[in-house]
């Protein structure tokens, strides 16, 4: 596996390092708008976007800590980081992998309670205050396990060619299928079930909503509880998922089929397909909230004021 990285040709070197560098470029990029975005405007300081930046915050730990070795591998061909540095990067290569679907969970359940459920437990479940300490736990969650598993010598961190990453080892049979049952468990399944789950009843609220408006058009005094504003956010969110879907379900397949050996060898430019897939997860979710969110699209546009981006800001607000 190590020689077909050495063995490429100066096409495909510089087709493979120049995307990463290009996905990292725009992840950096627009992660840190949404983050100064949200600091700037206290109109997105909302209980939704706790999660928002809790994925853009994630989205940057992989654009720092992540894509720049990746791309050093592409370039080279190996790993010239030494080991200490691969120990870091696996450990922020895998806290990423286990932190996104379970944050995209934890995203849908929120919209799920706002939408489906009384004002009143929205606001005992997703204050401010339990949103943040439910993320910390997650956080510490994850990052313990991986601690734990590698300090007590369940698994090593190691560099896997075929990922161009320093990934987990393990280092027995039985160690090996109980991590995949936890990691597949915990961290994929219940996640996208919650997902599935909650984005299911949203929108069959939405579609109830909708019926009751058209009836109301003849119905002046009809309810409708569900506002305009939140199935916009509800809409921008499921763009989200289903585009991290979209990326995110090819990279677990080739992961599973190639770490529980149900294929004996996979190609290495489809081994790092998980790595590209992955990677385009981290760098589109801030292009989405700019194209479905207007209060996202106009502050990005304020940060980086010109003549015009201001005609441009003008038409939309008229």
Not at 14 to 27: D, H, P
Not at 63 to 74: C, D, E, H, K, N
Not at 259 to 284: D, G, M, Q, Y
């Amino acid at each position: 596996m190590a020689d077909d990285l050495g063995s490429r040709s100066l096409f495909l070197t510089v087709l493979e390092a120049g995307l990463m560098i290009l996905f990292n470029t725009l992840s950096l990029f627009g992660n840190v708008l949404v983050c100064i975005s949200v600091y700037r405007n206290t109109r997105l300081r909302t209980t939704t976007n706790i999660y928002i930046i809790a994925l853009a915050v994630t989205d940057l730990l992989s654009a720092i800590f992540v894509m720049p070795f990746v791309t050093g591998v592409l370039i080279t061909g190996g790993w010239p980081f030494g080991k200490t540095i691969c120990q870091m990067h696996a450990f922020f290569s895998l806290f990423v992998v286990y932190l996104s679907p379970v944050t995209m969970g934890l995203t849908a359940l929120n919209r799920y309670v706002k939408i489906c459920q009384s004002h009143q437990q929205y606001r005992r479940l997703f204050s401010n205050k339990s949103s943040c300490i439910l993320l910390a736990s997650t956080w510490t969650l994850i990052a313990l396990y991986l601690l734990v598993t590698r300090l007590a010598g369940f698994q090593e961190f190691r560099f896997v060619p075929g990922y161009a990453a320093c990934l987990n080892y393990h280092l027995s049979e039985v160690g090996r299928k109980v991590h995949y049952v936890i990691v597949l468990g915990l961290f994929v399944v219940l996640p996208m079930g919650v997902t599935i789950f909650s984005y299911r009843k949203v929108f069959k609220k939405i579609r109830e909503h909708n019926t009751d408006v058209s009836q109301g058009l003849h119905t002046p005094a009809v309810n409708t509880p569900v506002s305009s504003h939140e199935i916009q956010i509800c809409r921008s969110l499921f763009v989200i998922v289903f585009a991290f879907m979209l990326c995110w379900l090819p990279a677990w397949l080739i992961t599973i089929l190639k770490r529980l050996h149900i294929v004996a060898k996979i190609p290495r430019n489809v081994e790092l397909l998980c790595a590209f897939c992955l990677t385009l997860s981290n760098t589109i979710n801030p292009f989405i909230y700019a194209g479905m969110n207007p209060l996202f699209r106009r502050e990005f546009r304020s940060i980086f004021p010109c003549r015009s981006c201001q005609s441009v800001q003008a038409i939309t607000n008229n």
